[in-house]
């Protein structure tokens, strides 16, 4: 047997440490922010062989920069949160169109004070990343609470300042500008209504600053509006989103490009798909929710790593290109026994603005009634940049007519 090549290592390269890295076991090797690193060897994506100071260990790669050299700059370490990028997206005008425009979205949470309205009387509500005030006005406009802090980082918060006495509300609805877990609110809240949610329920993280100020601002009995949210994951069918990306290398104009399918895989089908519309007919089984949030009780420390199981059973033959996810929230009555209201993001309900996620496999497996997938996903919170995540799947497929398949595959949304 030719004698295995002794692997030359190439000359280590220079990283720089992010944030803190805390070793849990005798192969890892701690850090500390701005630490300088030398990376020996890279044996996996996440895991890699590096240096530090003579002592030597497995570090976790998402935590590293490559440093150029000799780059002093420690002011280089942007702001893990990308305040500036994320509260300056918000100080304009397109993204509020876009969420009032969604009036599945904007009429759940009219509905929710309609139908509580009676119930509001004298309450003091806070409103986390009010945007334009919409949810602040129809507390205003259609109940009569003693109060509402209409709380809003964003530059957006002057025109909702506007708005507020343009719609003769000023009585009822104080606008302040801040961040919700940094500013002073004059009383604690007997409700606290946000509208928090991102794509697969949890991008960009909004959740943290509304478990920070459900913390801080919520009185003992307040109500969390939405009360409980959901995940929801179903295998799909992507013909036509698999034809788009995948397929059309085979025989475009009547030439073979299907070297380039590697190439097509990695820049299509690495992240998932945001804004995707799935079909009903599409869902090869029922949908099962994977993960879910009691509002009251999740604590932050918990959203840095959230899994679920799930068992789906195919219900009819067909391609499994992947899964979807969407989620649902509710938002409990303020009467014992009142009816709650649910804001379903599901193929099965008018479409918002979020639509559906889809996360494709690298190769469709044909699948058959009877078959079942096993499996779970895990969402794992960006050790560095704080309003993302990865999302890594892992699935089994019992199958009569064929043997059983496993597989896993990680999505990073979107570092
Ligand atoms: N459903 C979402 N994914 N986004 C819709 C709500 C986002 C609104 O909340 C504001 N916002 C987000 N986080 C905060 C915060 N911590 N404090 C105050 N306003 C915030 C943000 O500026 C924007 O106007």
Redesign the pocket.
């Given at each position: 047997m030719q004698a295995e090549k002794e692997e030359e290592e190439a000359s280590p390269e220079e990283y720089v440490a992010l944030c803190d890295f805390t070793a849990s076991g005798s192969e890892q090797l701690g850090f500390s922010t701005g630490d300088k690193l030398l990376v020996h060897a890279k044996p996996s994506a996440d895991w890699w062989w590096a240096e530090l100071q003579g002592v030597i260990g497995y570090v976790p790669a998402s935590y590293l920069r490559q440093d150029a050299a000799g780059e002093e700059d420690d002011t280089s370490l942007e702001d893990p949160w990308q305040d500036d990028e994320?509260?300056g997206?918000?100080?304009t005008l397109r993204?509020?169109l876009e969420?009032l425009s969604d009036r599945s979205r904007t009429e759940t949470y009219r509905q929710v004070i309609v139908s509580n309205s009676a119930s509001l009387r004298n309450k003091v509500v806070m409103d986390?990343?009010?945007?334009?005030g919409i949810i602040s006005l129809f507390c205003a406009q259609l109940a009569q609470p003693s109060v509402v802090y209409a709380?809003?980082?964003?530059s957006?918060a002057e025109h909702t300042r506007q708005l507020v006495k343009q719609n003769g509300c000023e009585e009822m609805v104080t606008v302040l500008q801040?961040?919700?877990?940094?500013?002073e609110l004059p009383e604690q809240a007997d409700i606290l209504v946000?509208?928090?949610?991102?794509?697969c329920l949890l991008?960009?993280f909004?959740v943290?600053?509304?478990l920070?100020?459900r913390d801080r601002w919520l009185r003992d009995g307040g109500v969390m509006w939405p009360s409980s949210a959901a995940l929801t994951l179903v295998p799909c069918q992507a013909d036509s989103y698999y034809s788009e990306k995948m397929a059309f290398w085979e025989r475009p104009y009547g030439l073979d490009f299907t070297p380039l399918l590697p190439l097509a895989q990695q820049e299509f089908f690495t992240k998932p798909k945001f804004s995707h519309l799935i079909d009903p007919k599409d869902c090869l089984s029922a949908p099962c929710d994977v993960i879910c949030l009691n509002m009251y009780t999740v604590q932050v420390r918990d959203l840095e790593e959230m899994e679920g199981e799930f068992k789906f059973c195919v219900v009819k033959p067909g391609v499994f290109h992947g899964f979807t996810a969407w989620f649902t929230v509710q938002f409990e009555s303020l009467e014992a026994g009142g009816a709650t209201v649910e804001l379903d993001t599901g193929p099965n309900s008018d479409p918002t603005h979020w639509k559906q996620t889809l996360f494709m496999l690298d190769k469709p497996i044909h699948v058959y009634s009877g078959d079942s997938i096993l499996g779970n996903i895990v969402l794992r919170r960006n050790p560095v940049w704080r309003r993302h995540m990865t999302v890594t799947l892992h699935w089994n497929i019992n199958s009569s007519s064929d043997n059983c398949q496993v597989g896993t595959k990680s999505f990073p949304m979107w570092r």
């Open positions: 994320y509260f997206s918000y100080g993204l509020h969420m986390l990343g009010c945007g334009t709380v809003e980082a964003s957006m801040g961040r919700a877990e940094e500013l946000s509208e928090w949610m991102g794509n991008f960009e909004m943290e600053s509304v920070l100020a």
